[in-house]
């Protein structure tokens, strides 16, 4: 069975750091493109960021750009998406997506989501 189990959601004050972790199951993990899409409330769901399999990351979200950094670690099977300087606007339901190889910024192309987790940001 593929899962995919986010954790590391919280409330946060703007400023301040979180460390989200994916951690997949019944699938080649190294083989996967792994990305983080969100959803704020009353948005549409966005491409965050993303990390192909072989580990070159790609930025969907431009606001994220020099503050969020995506890695991951092929032996526990885990990507992580390192969130520092946080604002209120990245108050969202983070989810992460996995599909063979390549990341794209379309969240259709994704084979497998998880089931999200909230992260909250206060002003």
């Known amino acids: 069975e593929v899962q995919l189990v986010e954790s590391g959601g919280g409330l946060v004050q703007a400023g301040g750091s979180l460390r989200l972790s994916c951690a997949a199951s019944?699938?080649?993990?190294?083989?996967?493109?792994i990305g983080w899409f969100r959803q704020a409330p009353g948005k549409e769901r966005e491409g965050v960021i993303c990390?192909?399999?072989?580990?070159?990351?790609?930025y969907y979200a431009d606001s994220v750009k020099g503050r969020f950094t995506i890695s991951k670690d092929n032996a526990k099977n885990t990507v992580y998406l390192r969130m520092n300087s946080m604002k209120p606007e990245d108050t969202a339901v983070y989810y992460c997506?996995?599909?063979?190889?390549?990341?794209?910024?379309?969240?259709?192309?994704?084979?497998?989501r998880g089931q999200g987790t909230q992260v909250t940001v206060s002003s």
């Open positions: 997506v996995a599909k063979h190889y390549y990341c794209s910024a379309l969240e259709s192309f994704y084979n497998y």
């Open positions: 019944g699938f080649t993990f190294d083989g996967y493109a």
């Open positions: 990390i192909s399999s072989s580990g070159a990351s790609t």
